[in-house]
């Protein structure tokens, strides 16, 4: 009987695999993922799937040919892995209209953003960062689709007590934040965040997690403008027939 092969390829990660644990197949900065088929078409076109917003994960999972864990992977990474599968899927050019004209971008020419020095000499997903207004010392960590998973989970506990409520920024710092000078207590970080987390000190942290954090550069050139704008993506960058 004939033997059936795929072909694959491996892509680069934007944290160049630095801030893993030197045990996890991620710590080598790259991934092996392979073409994609009538079978992850099926995932893309699971209502199930489409309904609970796990489809594309599903699609990812499906495709990461090496083995891994993937709620261990970094927002950044998983961006990168997201352009990879589209274009392993339905090709590099990705069609779109922005401000009433078709664009078309190389997705095969996307790059990965400058990885900031503090990242390079990490030995850990651990920085450390002194808050500008109350001058409390904090460690936070970069967050993971798994850290992500249970940030919109504690969101969604929480509209469901009371609907008006709005904690995505806080919630998100509980997750992320692993220490407030040398006190590393999950309610103490909590209390903290909720009761004495200055707003200047929250932006100014933001910030820092935005300077520090991996990822792709998802901008393009309108053919008609002078300055770089988002990358628009739309319902038809998976599923291009529509």
Request: hydrophobic share 35%.
């Amino acid at each position: 009987m004939a033997e059936f092969k795929l072909p694959t390829e491996t892509i680069e990660l934007p944290s160049k695999g630095l801030l893993y644990p030197s045990d996890s197949p991620l710590a080598s900065g790259t991934i092996e993922m392979k073409y994609m088929t009538a079978k992850e078409e099926d995932i893309l076109t699971n209502q199930s799937y489409i309904q609970n917003g796990t489809v594309l994960d599903k699609l990812l999972q499906s495709l990461i040919v090496t083995k891994i864990s993937y709620d261990d992977l970094l927002i950044g990474d998983k961006n990168a892995i997201m352009i990879a599968a589209r274009i392993l899927g339905y090709g590099k050019d990705y069609k779109f209209i922005y401000r009433g004209e078709e664009e078309t971008v190389d997705l095969s020419k996307i790059e990965n953003s400058p990885l900031h020095e503090e990242v390079q000499n990490a030995k850990s997903n651990e920085f450390a960062f002194t808050l500008p207004g109350s001058g409390n010392v904090i460690t936070f960590k970069l967050l993971t689709h798994g850290d992500e998973k249970k940030i919109e989970q504690e969101t969604k506990g929480l509209t469901k007590i009371n609907k008006n409520s709005s904690t995505t920024i806080t919630t998100r710092l509980k997750h992320q934040i692993l220490s407030i000078n040398g006190e590393t207590e999950k309610p103490k970080i909590r209390e903290f965040v909720d009761n004495y987390l200055l707003a200047q000190d929250s932006r100014a942290l933001r910030e820092r997690i935005k300077e520090l954090s991996p990822d792709i550069d998802l901008t393009f050139f309108p053919e008609n403008g002078d300055n770089r704008v988002d990358i628009p993506i739309g319902l038809n960058f998976f599923w291009p027939d529509l």
